[in-house]
């Protein structure tokens, strides 16, 4: 029994021994070329290195180029079910750093600490007489997608050196939105001003493919530039503030 035993531990050990030294040298073009199925809209490309540290001069998702990425992997992780490492993206637009965790389920990130131009939300929140001035810097505790769609969050979104240009011009205090998952499957986002002369306050709701927003906005005090800017932006309350409105469908990232 002991013999029996002792070799079938052999065995495991030499299975495992195979697996790591296959998975170390394996290319991570080759890899990408047996996953790429399973990871479309997403599409890497320029790829090299191996599975462990890799790198794609391109990373694009529907048709739309981000940047460059490269990523490692943590050694323990081709011995299970879970792949676990960091990743780096550096872009024209975005500059990102993460870790993750992924298993067949869901993709795990956590430490997330993601730079991108406020300009990237005109098309979302479709003002074209204003050009979206300053930087998003979104730092997330966790995120988890499921079936290519975010599913859970915690952290906050931060716009810094906020303003408007274009038919009227404005600068402002940072705008804060701090996401939580209030319960399985919805994102709720909560939008705070910086305490300037912009007053802002909303809520943002992510469950599943539905995005909506809705976020109040008025003026603090006296500033003429941000009252002029505010008449472009949303719809005209009664107490004089501008609502703003939006509601959209998300796509799959993978």
């Known amino acids: 029994m002991k013999k029996w035993l002792g070799g079938l531990l052999a065995l495991v050990a030499f299975v495992a021994l195979f697996v790591v030294v296959v998975a170390a040298t394996l290319p991570a073009a080759t ?7 399973k990871l479309q809209p997403l599409r890497l490309q320029g790829i090299d290195g191996n599975l462990w540290t890799g790198r794609a001069t391109q ?18 992780a081709v011995l299970s079910i ?36 406020a300009s990237v939300l005109a ?6 007489s204003l050009v979206l001035l300053g930087e998003l810097n979104l730092k997330l505790t966790s995120l ?16 810094r050196n906020a303003g ?3 038919a009227a011009e404005a600068r402002f205090s940072d705008i804060t939105v701090s996401f939580s998952s ?33 976020i109040k906005l008025g003026v603090r005090g006296e500033d003429a530039q941000l009252a002029e800017a505010l008449l472009y932006v949303g719809q ?17 990232l993978f």
């Open 236 to 252: 005209r309350m009664p107490d004089g503030r501008s609502l703003l409105r939006v509601d959209g469908t998300l796509r799959r």
């Open 31 to 37: 890899a990408y070329r047996y996953l790429e199925p």
């Open 144 to 159: 988890q997608l499921r079936s290519g769609l975010a599913a859970a969050a915690e952290g906050t979104l931060v716009w």
């Open 123 to 128: 098309p979302a929140l479709d003002i074209p």
């Open 182 to 214: 209030p319960r399985a499957g919805v994102i709720e986002g909560i939008v705070r001003d910086g305490g300037g002369t912009l007053a802002a306050d909303g809520r943002i709701l992510i469950e599943g493919k539905r995005f909506t927003a809705e």
């Open 164 to 166: 408007v240009s274009g």
């Open 59 to 76: 990373v694009s998702v529907y048709a739309l180029p981000l940047g460059e990425l490269r990523w490692t992997l943590e050694p323990a």
């Open 82 to 117: 879970h792949a676990r490492g960091q990743a780096a993206l550096a872009g024209r637009d975005l500059n990102a750093l993460t870790r993750f965790d992924v298993s067949r389920e869901q993709v795990s990130l956590s430490e997330v600490d993601a730079r991108i131009p």
